[in-house]
């Protein structure tokens, strides 16, 4: 039978096959390919799976169906494995809040460039509008003017954005991905009145959100959508980017760049930059700017690590 794997915990997997849910684990021969050594577990929500021996709600994962792509995150230390967060998505529906816990646009640039780096295509989700400015909300839009991403600002107390939002993920795979606390599960209770999900506090003493979703879980609280909810993720680490094929994913460089002098050029202390030209005329955002210059940095130090 084929079917979605929609969670996993230990060595088991949920998989969904016509609605129904078979608990799974993974066949031996699986956990000693080397193919598959290189990922931190082996399976990820939203993977296609093969399953058989089934009986009595059980079965074994025979075969990983080909990812259509992943998104996945750089496991911290210096022999590092990949860590698959999701596959298969049409969507990356990255939430941000405007207030406890604070707007961080370098964190979001790092899920950009991790979406675009598989082609899927992203959403940036800015919560909380009820506590927010207009200037607040006319920032992040400059900020993101001409980055080749869509901006939605959203309240799920007001219901601001929800039904743009819901437009955006009709008969998609999304996953959501953003800081605990930001709003992630009260904007799918706000969207689908009656699934009720556990919807946790913002810390008092460090004003981050504390974790309500335990593990990577696909849900689908309505027919034509289907959510794949993350634990509050932290820290983001870039994998399989070398430093000098970053500026490829900041969109508002695409045009610039044909007429910078040097070629490659990082757009970092090149002489005769044609972005950094722009960006002293006010035509690509000072800010989003040096979050890829942060980035840039980054990026380099690690591979000075890597290699050294």
């Given amino acids: ?60 994962i025979a075969e990983i169906k080909k ?10 230390g210096k022999h590092s494995r990949e860590d698959v967060i999701a596959s298969n998505l049409d969507l990356v529906i990255i939430i941000q ?25 992203v959403l940036g989700c800015f919560n909380k509008t009820d506590l927010a400015t207009a200037e607040d909300g006319n920032y992040v839009h ?17 219901g601001r954005g929800l039904d743009e939002l819901k437009a955006f993920a009709r008969d ?12 992630k599960t009260s904007i799918l209770n706000a969207l689908f009145p009656g699934i009720e999900l556990r919807v946790s ?5 460090t004003g981050k959100g504390r974790h309500t979703t335990t593990n990577v879980e696909m849900i689908e609280p309505q027919k034509g959508y289907r959510f794949i909810d993350t634990p509050g993720v932290r820290e983001f680490g870039l994998i399989d980017l070398h430093p000098s094929e970053l500026e490829a994913y900041f969109s508002e460089f695409s045009e610039a760049r044909e007429r910078c002098s040097f070629r490659p050029c990082t757009h970092d202390h090149e002489p005769d930059c044609e972005v ?29 690590r890597m290699y050294s």
Avoid: W
């Fill in 142 to 158: 400059a900020y993101y003017e001409r980055s080749g991403i869509d901006v939605l600002c959203t309240s799920a107390v007001t």
């Fill in 276 to 304: 950094q030209r722009m960006v002293e005329k006010g035509k690509i955002h000072p800010d989003r700017y040096l979050s890829y210059l942060y980035l840039l940095a980054s990026l380099k130090e690690y591979y000075s």
């Fill in 1 to 60: 039978m084929i079917g979605v794997v929609a969670k996993g915990y230990g060595l088991y997997y949920d998989v969904f096959v016509d609605g129904v849910s078979y608990r799974c684990t993974l066949k031996g021969k699986m956990r000693t390919n080397r193919e598959l050594l290189k990922y931190s577990d082996p399976v990820a929500v939203g993977d296609i799976v093969q399953i058989e021996s089934v009986s009595e709600g059980m079965g074994v």
């Fill in 67 to 76: 990812r259509k792509n992943v998104f996945s995150r750089k496991e911290k």
């Fill in 97 to 121: 809040s405007f207030y406890r816990p604070r707007l961080n646009l370098r964190f979001v640039d790092r899920l950009v460039v991790r979406a675009k780096m598989d082609g899927i295509p």
């Fill in 201 to 205: 506090d913002i810390s008092g003493k």
């Fill in 172 to 183: 998609k795979t999304s996953l959501l991905v953003g800081y605990s606390g930001s709003g």
